[in-house]
């Protein structure tokens, strides 16, 4: 099954403690992204990649970090989380980049950071 | 910069008809995407613009104006399970990365 998985799903952590969120997909996807939402704010792209070892900042990209050392597989790194970084965390990959290519996403991650 | 407005709710009854608007600004344009999401879930892709027009998919259609930097989402024939929020989104910086907008809440009625 065609499919994007996110590690955890639910996270509460602490102020300062390091924390990272696991992406995978399984369709062979270059472009991969990441996303908060938060209410009323609809959905931030804080980090985007077209391919393995390329990527760049979305529109929110302070206090995150990203790696694409394979091509299934997009870690968001959060080595000092503050409260303001208590969200709702998307994953999403396409086949291209282009708008037109459709974005698949995963479940989501709901991180708390008291 | 770039920035996308919408409604933030809309009300309808069911097999009724209803339209979903987004007015964009962007430094380029790449596009209009239409997601929806329901509440707990993930977005899912809906539909595409690239050029002017409608574009018919089910019950689902999606039109673009470029001219005017404004589209929309048509919903027809409602149904309880199209109660969900729904996205348009932009690609921006010259077509690298994505931009959403803040969401319209659709409640359907019986």
């Known amino acids: 099954e065609a499919q994007v998985t996110q590690n955890p799903r639910y996270l509460i952590t602490v102020t300062g403690k390091k924390l990272t969120v696991t992406c995978s997909q399984n369709?062979?996807?270059?472009?991969m992204s990441w996303y908060r939402q938060d209410p009323g704010l609809g959905l931030r792209q804080i980090y985007y990649?077209?391919?393995?070892?390329?990527?760049d900042k979305g529109d929110v990209p302070e206090g995150y970090k990203v790696s694409r050392k394979e091509k299934r597989n997009f870690p968001l790194i959060l080595e000092s989380p503050s409260p303001n970084q208590t969200s709702l965390y998307f994953c999403?990959?396409?086949?291209?980049?282009?708008?037109?290519?459709?974005?698949?996403f995963g479940p989501g991650t709901r991180l708390t950071v008291t | 910069g770039q920035s996308l407005e919408q409604p933030s709710e809309v009300t309808a009854v069911e097999g009724a008809i209803v339209q979903i608007n987004c007015t964009y600004q962007?430094?380029?344009?790449?596009?209009l995407s239409w997601y929806q999401q329901h509440d707990g879930g993930a977005p899912t892709f809906l539909s595409y613009?690239?050029?002017?027009g409608l574009e018919e998919t089910g019950r689902f259609s999606s039109f673009l104006s470029r001219s005017d930097s404004y589209g929309y989402l048509l919903l027809q024939e409602l149904q309880m399970k199209d109660s969900a929020s729904y996205f348009c989104?932009?690609?921006?910086?010259?077509?690298?990365?994505?931009?959403f907008g803040p969401g319209t809440r659709l409640s359907v009625l019986p």
């Open positions: 999403a990959s396409s086949q291209g980049q282009g708008l037109s290519y459709e974005q698949y």
């Open positions: 369709m062979n996807h270059e472009y």
């Open positions: 990649s077209m391919n393995v070892e390329v990527t």
């Open positions: 962007t430094s380029g344009f790449y596009g």
């Open positions: 613009n690239a050029l002017d």
């Open positions: 989104a932009v690609r921006d910086n010259y077509g690298q990365n994505f931009v």
